[in-house]
């Protein structure tokens, strides 16, 4: 409002300054329509907002279709390497992704071989193993580490479980030593692995379990307080997922 009262002002003053060109004594020079088209033309000027219109003009190319110019583009390749796995512990290849399957054979610490699968259920990688008769087996992530892309290998349908037969028992050697001052008997066994197929070992003292331990272990020391005259009965026990078997009865007496 107040631009408004401004420009009304002002238009006033024209007409004024104009009309007092036409009194008498002064020289004319406008006729009366002149100058009211003059000071329309001022008026309009005056409240007419002032626009500024820039055209951009789009690059014409072959066809005449308008392409929008732009900067320079480039292209981002991902950089991708062999996805390899690295044993941290002596560990079975199986012949699935789980103890379920078959023992192929067993890898020792620090063996790398090229990941080529992985089945996230259980934790298990498909790797390359020349050993096997297929070109591959399956190896639990736990005991292994990652480099290279191995985010980017398929995740793998595992083949169909077969029953597993039960594990061969082990052939075991002994030797014992008596501490009559200390009351305990030391006994050392090793056995020779026999089977393929196994979860792991048990000791058996007395038909109770004493320990567990892993597949492919050949060695343990049993300490054991023992009684004067007493006889303590020994077995080395293999077992898997169908079942156990355990080697001849080993008896020990002080």
Known sequence: MKNT?????????????ALACNLPNSTPQQTA???QTAA?????AILTPSITVTVVQPAIIANNTATPTSGPKGTITPTYSVPMLTLREQTNCRAGPGQS????????KGVKREIIGY???????LIKAP????????????YADLTGSYWAVPSVIPPPTATMS???????????NCDYTAGQMNVDFT???NATNETGYRVIRNDQPVVELPANTTSYTDLYAFKAGEKVNYQIEVYNITGSARSAVITISC
């Open 5 to 17: 009262k401004n420009i009304l002002v002002a238009f006033t003053l024209l007409i004024a300054s």
């Open 101 to 108: 399957y078959d023992i192929l054979f067993a890898y020792v």
């Open 40 to 44: 329309a033309q001022t008026l309009q």
């Open 131 to 142: 050993e096997s008769s297929t070109g591959e087996c399956w190896v639990w992530g736990e």
């Open 33 to 35: 329509p002149e100058i």
């Open 166 to 176: 039960l594990p061969t028992a082990p052939a075991v050697k002994w030797q014992f």
């Open 191 to 193: 056995w020779t692995d």
């Open 119 to 125: 089945y996230a259920e259980t934790n298990y990688w």
